[in-house]
């Protein structure tokens, strides 16, 4: 079945960056596009940008634009988002997802980022 | 940028009818899904294409789309439908998604 499979919880300090990963299965990979969103706590979901496994094309929101990148490895069917100059309000769960037709229809289990001194 | 407008809360009885806007402009020239969310856990697709309901959502959960509101409409409202509910649409003139802001229904 359809697995999105998030890296571990990162304690991080201010003005550093930290790099999620995204391990797929169970679906041709360079077939769809992840996309990646974050919830700080009690917060709304927040949509952070795309990308294109197949081409590795990306799209960004204008909120995270410049401060976040995304990439993709096709050979371990693995997306990554890195996000830089982390401050307090960058502390939330981010996650990954599949987009087929538009809407979300697998979700990662969540990467909670703290960013703490 | 497209924007999506959602009450922040509704609260309602239970076994009564809980209606959650979702309000964009000329909302219904586009493809509205809505997401579940419960405390701590993943959101879950409760509704997808507006009116279909994916496996295991009960027939009590419908939605509408008309002018610039969507509705997302649970019939015989439970306890265990209490969250926070999110419409989102995926805007084709920028091909980002976009969310609403989310609508906590509390069930009394």
């Known amino acids: 079945q359809v697995q999105l499979v998030q890296s571990g919880t990162e304690v991080v300090k201010p003005g550093a960056s930290v790099k999620v990963s995204c391990r797929t299965s169970?679906?041709?990979?360079?077939?769809?596009?992840v996309h990646w969103l974050r919830q700080a706590p009690g917060q709304r979901l927040d949509w952070m940008g795309w990308i294109n496994s197949g081409n590795g094309d990306t799209k960004y929101s204008q909120d995270f634009q410049g401060r976040v990148t995304l990439s993709r490895d096709t050979s371990a069917t693995t997306a990554f988002m890195e996000v830089s100059g982390l401050t307090s309000e960058d502390t939330a769960v981010y996650y990954c997802?599949?987009?087929?037709?538009?809407?979300?229809?697998?979700w990662g289990q969540g990467t909670l980022v703290v960013v703490s001194s | 940028s497209y924007a999506l407008t959602q009450p922040p809360s509704l609260s309602v009885a239970p076994g009564k009818t809980a209606r959650i806007s979702c309000g964009g402009d000329?909302?219904?020239?586009?493809?509205v899904h809505w997401y579940k969310q419960r405390p701590g856990q993943t959101p879950v697709l409760v509704m997808y294409?507006?009116?279909d309901r994916p496996s295991g959502i009960p027939e009590r959960f419908s939605g509408s789309n008309s002018g610039n509101t969507a509705t997302l409409t649970i019939s015989g409202v439970e306890a265990g439908d209490e969250a926070d509910y999110y419409c989102q649409v995926w805007d084709d003139i920028t091909d980002h998604v976009v969310f609403g802001g989310g609508t906590k229904l509390t069930v009394l």
């Open positions: 169970g679906f041709t990979f360079i077939h769809y596009a």
């Open positions: 000329n909302v219904r020239t586009k493809t």
């Open positions: 997802a599949r987009v087929t037709d538009g809407y979300i229809d697998s």
């Open positions: 294409y507006g009116t």
